[in-house]
Structure formats: C-alpha cells, structure tokens
C-alpha cells in the first residue's frame, strides 16, 4: 500500500485511495447506445475495490472527495461531424460527460473528468457512445482513473 500525505489522523498520515484501470484489449462498439467499458486490469489499485470480471466497476471504501478521470480512444469508423462521449457513471447514472465533434475520419479520443463526493459503497464505471457508426475502443488508450482528494 502506498502512503500519501492526504491529511492526517491523529498525527499520523491516511493511506493514499488511488487507481487506474485498463481494458485487457481492444472493445468492439455497436452505435449509437451508450457502452460500459470493460475495465479489466488495474495498472495500479490503493484502497479501491475492484470488480474487473463481472460488473466491471470500481467501489469506495471510504466517503471522501475524489477526481475522477476517464479516457476513451475511438480508432474506426470515424466520420467528420461524428459525435463522440465519455461518461462518468455513479451508482448506474451518468455524473458527468465529456464530448467532441470529429474533424476528421481519423482516431479521436474523449477526455471526462470530475471532482466528486463519494459515499463508501459508491461505484464508478466508465461509458461510451459515438454517432452514426461502430468503432472500437483502442485499450492501449482507454482508461478509469480515481483518486481521492480530501
């Protein structure tokens, strides 16, 4: 566990709450609904829960203040004009969306971000959604990051 000088107890210092997930490999997309991202590997994990097989989500174990950041790399079927998203989702609804036009028929990428009051036993996940056609997120490119801040 790593330790970080987030305030302190009683003297002491509280435990760094941080982590960053990935998808294991490319994401096949179906356009135009939004997708849940399947988050698989943790690149690192402090104090966070983890459900990378089945619900693909991460949870608070401790209430607090968090910044939470999502990154979605879109590599095919990218049109000028296209509409591409990244959603932060709380506890199953959206709490924040990040959003681009494409200028062109190349990659893009979405970046979201937020500063959020956590309970413990909140749960984040992060979504996706493009226009007009499928696409396929490009995991060496793609992740959740969270990090408590006060």
């Given at each position: 566990?790593?330790f970080?000088?987030?305030?302190?107890?009683?003297?002491?210092?509280?435990?760094?709450?941080n982590?960053?997930?990935?998808l294991?490999?490319?994401?096949?997309?179906?356009?135009?609904?939004?997708?849940k991202?399947?988050?698989?590997?943790?690149?690192?994990?402090?104090?966070?829960?983890?459900?990378?097989?089945?619900?693909?989500?991460?949870?608070?174990?401790?209430?607090?203040?968090?910044?939470?950041?999502?990154?979605?790399?879109?590599?095919?079927?990218?049109?000028?004009?296209?509409?591409?998203?990244?959603?932060?989702?709380?506890?199953?609804?959206?709490?924040?969306?990040?959003?681009?036009?494409?200028?062109?028929?190349?990659?893009?990428?979405?970046?979201?971000?937020?500063?959020?009051?956590?309970?413990?036993?909140?749960?984040?996940e992060?979504?996706?959604?493009?226009?007009?056609?499928n696409?396929?997120?490009?995991?060496?490119?793609?992740?959740?990051?969270?990090?408590?801040?006060?």
């Open positions: 566990m790593s970080g000088r987030l305030g302190s107890v009683g003297g002491g210092f509280l435990p760094a709450i982590g960053r997930f990935i294991s490999g490319d994401q096949a997309y179906t356009a135009p609904s939004p997708a991202l399947n988050i698989a590997t943790a690149s690192f994990n402090n104090g966070l829960t983890a459900d990378l097989v089945t619900n693909r989500r991460v949870t608070i174990i401790r209430a607090g203040i968090y910044n939470i950041k999502g990154l979605v790399y879109f590599t095919s079927g990218i049109a000028s004009g296209d509409i591409l998203q990244a959603f932060i989702y709380k506890n199953g609804s959206s709490a924040n969306v990040g959003r681009t036009h494409a200028s062109s028929s190349s990659d893009a990428s979405v970046l979201v971000t937020d500063i959020l009051s956590l309970a413990a036993g909140d749960y984040i992060l979504w996706a959604n493009k226009t007009n056609s696409s396929t997120f490009y995991a060496a490119n793609c992740y959740l990051g969270i990090n408590a801040v006060g």
